[in-house]
């Protein structure tokens, strides 16, 4: 049996690499990521997760008002969890030596999802469940891209991403829960099943 040929950096490389350009922080030079690539994918995805803070709590405040609790407090769990996300990633961003972008300015043509109010608690739901379905679609993408050469960004993502797919889970039983399993998806739940 013929062992794995292991080839690794020696150490006096890799100190000597670490002690230059120390002002990059956590980014060294080992690090094979387009840098300016992630920043820009990890700033959209941070006004993916503002905007479903802000459409998650307008659903919450909504729900409230027509005394839907649990529903109401599904929401805002969801509203709270977003956040985490949004700070998850600002972080990462200043560790990769960039700036988290939260101008309100174009936040919501930068983010992938939308920010849909919905008129009653199906279409809340709904437009919900069709966000979630967007993130997903779109965080599995940038996972697949960054591969092997941001490791740290890819597991925060991959956690996010484990993170909205029980928030589509919870969203789905809602509707079940509310006599919608089985009857047609409304036009727009359709469309994003379409373009999925
Ligand atoms: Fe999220
Ligand atoms: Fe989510």
Redesign the pocket.
């Known amino acids: 049996m013929s062992a794995k040929n292991a080839s690794f950096t020696d150490v006096e490389t890799i100190r000597k690499r670490a002690r230059m350009h120390m002002e990059a922080g956590a980014v060294t030079e080992g690090y094979s990521a387009d840098r300016a690539t992630v920043l820009k994918v990890l700033n959209e995805t941070l006004a993916t997760e503002i905007v479903?803070v802000l459409r998650y709590k307008r659903h919450y405040y909504m729900a409230s008002g027509i005394h839907a609790k649990s529903i109401a407090a599904e929401f805002l769990e969801?509203a709270n969890?977003?956040q985490g996300h949004a700070d998850q990633i600002a972080t990462r961003i200043v560790q990769l030596g960039g700036a988290p972008d939260l101008s309100p300015d174009g936040l919501s043509s930068r983010a992938h999802s939308e920010y849909s109010e919905g008129s009653d608690l199906v279409q809340m739901i709904e437009e919900d469940l069709v966000a979630?379905r967007i993130?997903i679609d779109t965080y599995r993408e940038i996972i697949q891209y960054l591969g092997n050469d941001d490791p740290t960004t890819r597991r925060m993502l991959e956690t996010i991403l484990a993170?909205?797919e029980e928030?589509a889970e919870d969203l789905s039983t809602m509707l079940q829960q509310l006599g919608k399993k089985g009857e047609p998806p409304s036009e727009k739940l359709r469309a994003s099943r379409a373009k999925l």
């Open positions: 479903c969801h969890e977003e979630e993130a993170s909205e928030h």
